[in-house]
């Protein structure tokens, strides 16, 4: 039987190509996404035999749960793997960024994956060695100045992560996330100068993650670390814990 996943932010970046990447791979796709036009697009490059379309707000619960029922429609009321890749940023000083947007963050990069994922468990319950993927960031091995508050949902993610991996393995589910640094994608567009991306680059591209979430959705491992700078920096601050708060300003802080 033809394996599905469901994505949420698959109308471009990260989860446009790890749904054009499953879909290559002959897994049944279904997309999930605000932006309609980006939706209509990906469609009509896999093909809608393949492919499952539905606008979706990962902040309103009622737009979760249709949306998940529709795909529910189409796979018979299975969901092998759930990739929660929706996420938005604001690069800034925590006191500069405005509070409205602060609190979309929250609302998005982790009520979001709490409502995507409760949403799904019935179906993910009724499939055989049913996953998860939760896309977390190297940002959340230790709070990064300039995305204090997107640092602070990613650190939640995992927490999360770890939690439901425990809770969920009686019924066969398994849990994971994804730790990349820097991926070159529309998130990251900005006017402003970020010390950190000058400082660590922009060396992942939206393949890249693609691909591990791909061996995510074959092996069973909790924290999918990505790129050597986040190897680097958790063996490092595991070994040394003291030295994580200056690393972090020296790679975070323009003198």
Not at 85 to 94: P, Q, T, V
Request: proline share 4%; glycine share 8%; hydrophobic share 45%.
């Amino acid at each position: 039987m033809t394996k599905n996943i469901l994505i949420t932010g698959a109308a471009s970046g990260i989860g446009r190509e790890t749904a054009l990447f499953f879909a290559k791979n002959g897994w049944f796709v279904g997309a999930v996404d605000l932006n309609g036009q980006g939706l209509e697009n990906l469609e009509k490059v896999i093909g809608r035999d393949q492919c499952h379309t539905h606008s979706m707000d990962v902040t309103d619960p009622e737009s979760v749960q249709e949306a998940i029922n529709s795909f529910a429609e189409r796979t018979g009321g299975k969901m092998d793997v759930l990739f929660n890749n929706a996420g938005i940023l604001k690069f800034g000083r925590f006191e500069k960024v405005d509070l409205a947007h602060s609190l979309a963050i929250v609302d998005v990069n982790l009520k979001g994956v709490i409502a995507c994922t409760h949403s799904s468990l019935y179906l993910l319950k009724n499939t055989p060695g049913s996953r998860v993927v939760n896309m977390a960031s190297t940002s959340a091995v230790y709070g990064i100045p300039d995305l204090s508050v997107y640092s602070a949902t990613k650190r939640a993610v995992l927490a999360l992560t770890e939690a439901l991996d425990i809770e969920l393995e009686p019924y066969g589910i398994s849990v994971c996330d994804v730790l990349a640094p820097y991926v070159n994608t529309p998130l990251l567009e900005t006017d402003q100068k970020v010390h950190s991306i000058n400082k660590m680059g922009i060396k992942l591209a939206p393949i890249d993650v693609a691909k591990t979430v791909w061996k995510a959705a074959h092996k069973k491992k909790l924290h999918w670390k990505m790129g050597g700078s986040t190897h680097a920096l958790v063996a490092l601050f595991n070994l040394l814990p003291g030295v994580r708060r200056p690393i972090v300003k020296s790679l975070t802080i323009s003198t």
